[in-house]
């Protein structure tokens, strides 16, 4: 009934995105073995036996970037037969927005930031999975001011509507911006301004609280 035994192997991969320069950037690791030696690759990890995926994803997430508080979220399990050249390789695969203030990255040639307009070659199908992982923060920021992840803990609604308009890659118009995001749950005005060169500094705001309306969200604490 059965003629063979076949192993399957599960994996979890990163898409850690930040905004550097103005552009979203997506951080990438250079591999040291084969298969796809010396391409670039997500950050990922196999699965430990006593771990869940969400265990695992926070481990290798720590294990990168070494940084609490940060928005992860479950994005989608990759599971095509060919996506690894030579196993089976069952990959679910996460993303996160940082600031790049925020995550210790080693000084090193074999990992670092790219721009996610100018990707180097990527090894497997890890081009695809950040592809979708655009798709889904998008969405999200449809639902949820995720974007608030990459921003300072005070920050002016200049400075939020940009961080938009980078991940959305187009302009929006301020007025309508301001008159939507002012009404965000857990946004909240300072009786501070930006310290800034100009004759109007500008108000500042931070957040108390978000509401994600995802069950496959999670925000990774201090000692979890």
Known sequence: MFNEIKTHEITVDIVILT???????????????????DKWAIPGGYVRMSENLDEAAIRVLKEKTNVDNIYLEQLYTFGDPLRHPVSRVITCA??????????????????????????????????????????RTRERLEMCPVAYQLLNEKFTLTEMQKAYEIIMEKKLDKRNFRKKVITTEGLRELNEFSKTTSKRPARLYTFDSIKLNSKRAHFIKKGE
């Not at 990992?111 to 890890?126: E, Q, R, T």
């Open 19 to 37: 905004i550097i320069n103005n552009a979203l950037q997506v951080l990438l690791v250079k591999r040291n073995n084969e298969p796809f030696k």
């Open 94 to 135: 996460y993303f996160a927005l940082i600031r790049s203030e925020d995550i210790e990255v080693a000084s090193a040639p074999d990992i670092g930031w790219h721009k996610v307009s100018d990707l180097p070659p990527l090894a497997f199908d890890h081009a695809e999975i950040i592809q979708y992982s655009l798709k």
